[in-house]
């Protein structure tokens, strides 16, 4: 044993999460990932009307709610027999495009980009621009006045830390320029979605409001605008940030992990839902040249060290949430999905290399730049653009097909409940892969199971003892000084997790605890 470090919170994430890692020689060498809260939302469905669940499910979260509505409507859908039409199809890409947009770049600019500034080399900018100079009379303003919160407390600077005062005050400016950007983001999906947070628009069969000229030009609109922000700004901010002072950790591939890639597809593009616009697929063992097909009968969750009541590894339609606090080796209220009994990561890094996303496998093969953190941003940055470029194409579809004589929405026709039966809806949310699975009995939810993004990167052990992605990415990650744990959340960050946490670094020598607030 060893010295013993405790980071809580880390903040600048959504949710309770706690990480505890020992390092040895300067390096990660074992990492455990525990979720702290129990919500037990399934539970609460049990008993309700079918037509319920989407609405309910929403309320997981208020940042990523949009993401379950449209889960457990696709689960609805199956269940029920309906068939979404094209315009309650195209209508639905848009409003959940949205989503993706406001939160990839809430996720660059405010959740992790500074980690790698040192903010205060913005005192000493001496350039020319009256933007970034008003930035510096902003920032050098709040020092003297002793509140620089929220670019302050943060970590120390380290060798990765950018540095170059033009570099540092132009990224700020940015950090600045995309809280508004996101306010007209997340505008944009209440324009279909009827209103944000919490869309209720979306219904098993499609979606309830028709779109008028008026909503589809105020789309167009903002549409025009966030592009505008994610090519000029934010996509040469990121080229910038990971072809240049981030290079070195992008070629070491820290934060890699197991290198086992998932991901369900989303964004239909057709009534049958057979062609995707994110495809599905699943890469094994870091072998990127072959993508094998996705097969949900092949998902299990293991509880072995959550705590929930002891069992096999079980099919999610099969789950359930019988906690046992008292469980011997349980450490997460967090359970372990696996595919094929192997954990995986989720999300636009897993998402862009099943694709083989061309400008991402450039980096690869041009740059020598290896899964792992820096890669992670990079994929979100690549899928924004792909997006963005998309949905300009579907708002011109939506145009055709509401001109069309008998346009439609919603399948109404299956509405009503069955007297049984059962579904699952899989959706890639922008944090990664996303299934709800229901059974439907005497027209009540019989069960209700939902498996996150979160659960499949931040997994504790199943029951062979195999580290979840989280615990595996944290591996060989360096920490020269344990004072300034900073990679661990760059690390952890970089997932975009939907928890908060708690890291625990232990010493090999001294076995001492420190306690670290990070901000």
């Known amino acids: 044993m060893g010295r013993r470090i405790t980071v809580d919170p880390v903040t600048r994430i959504e949710g309770h999460l706690k990480i505890e890692v020992e390092i040895e020689n300067g390096k990660i060498k074992d990492a455990w990932s525990s979720g702290t809260m129990a919500r037990g939302f399934e539970a609460l469905l049990t008993g309700r009307d079918p037509r319920d669940a989407s609405f309910v499910t929403s309320r997981f979260c208020g940042v990523c709610f949009s993401v379950h509505t449209m889960a457990s409507a696709a689960a609805l859908d199956e269940a029920f027999g309906a068939q979404v039409p094209d315009g309650g199809r195209i209508l639905r890409n848009l409003i959940m495009g949205s989503e993706y947009l406001y939160d990839h770049i809430l996720h660059f600019y405010q959740l992790t980009a500074l980690d790698y500034l040192d903010i205060m080399a913005i005192a000493d900018y001496n350039g020319m621009d009256k933007e970034l100079l008003a930035v510096k009379d902003k920032i050098v303003g709040l020092v003297k006045r002793g509140d620089t919160y929220p670019l302050t407390p943060r970590y120390e600077p380290d060798a990765f830390s950018v540095n170059d005062p033009e570099i540092v005050t132009m990224a700020v400016k940015h950090y600045l320029d995309a809280l508004k950007i996101q306010v007209t983001a997340r505008n944009m999906g209440a324009i279909f979605g009827g209103r944000a947070p919490h869309f209720q628009s979306i219904v098993v069969g499609g979606v309830t409001q028709y779109p008028d000229a008026e909503q589809i030009g105020r ?103 019988i906690f046992d606090l008292d469980k011997k080796d349980a450490y997460s209220f967090v359970k372990a999905p696996r595919y094929e009994g192997m954990p995986m990561e989720v999300g636009p890094l897993a998402r862009m290399l099943i694709m083989k996303e061309p400008n991402l496998m450039g980096l690869v093969t041009d740059y020598g730049v290896k899964p792992g953190a820096v890669a992670r941003h990079a994929a979100r940055m690549l899928e924004t653009v792909m997006l963005v470029d998309q949905m300009q194409v579907w708002l011109g579809q939506l145009i055709e097909e509401a001109g069309k004589p008998g346009f439609r929405i919603q399948d109404t026709a299956n509405y009503e409940p069955p007297e049984s039966g059962e579904g699952v809806g899989f959706y890639e949310a922008p944090r990664g892969a996303l299934g709800h699975w229901i059974k439907i009995k005497d027209k009540k939810i019989e069960n209700y199971q939902a498996v996150v993004p979160s659960t499949w990167n931040a997994s504790p052990r199943d029951e062979k003892g195999v580290r979840g992605q989280y615990e595996e990415s944290l591996i060989g990650v360096p920490v020269p000084d344990p004072e300034n744990p900073i990679n661990i959340v760059r690390v952890i960050r970089s997932f975009d997790p939907c928890l908060a946490c708690a890291v625990h670094v232990i010493h090999p020598r001294t076995n001492e605890i420190l306690k670290f607030r990070i901000e």
């Open 219 to 321: 789309f167009k609109s903002m549409l025009d605008e966030v592009s505008a922000f994610i090519k000029n700004v934010y996509m040469q901010d990121v080229l910038l940030f990971g072809k240049g002072p981030l290079l070195p950790l992008a070629q070491a591939g820290i934060g890699g992990g197991h290198l086992n890639y998932l991901s369900y597809g989303s964004f239909p593009e057709d009534s049958a839902g057979e062609n995707l616009f994110f495809k599905g697929g699943v890469i094994k063992n870091g072998n990127l040249g072959t993508v094998v097909p996705f097969d949900q009968a092949k998902v299990t969750e293991s509880v072995k060290h959550a705590w929930y009541k002891e069992k096999d590894p079980v099919h999610p339609y099969e789950g359930e949430q």
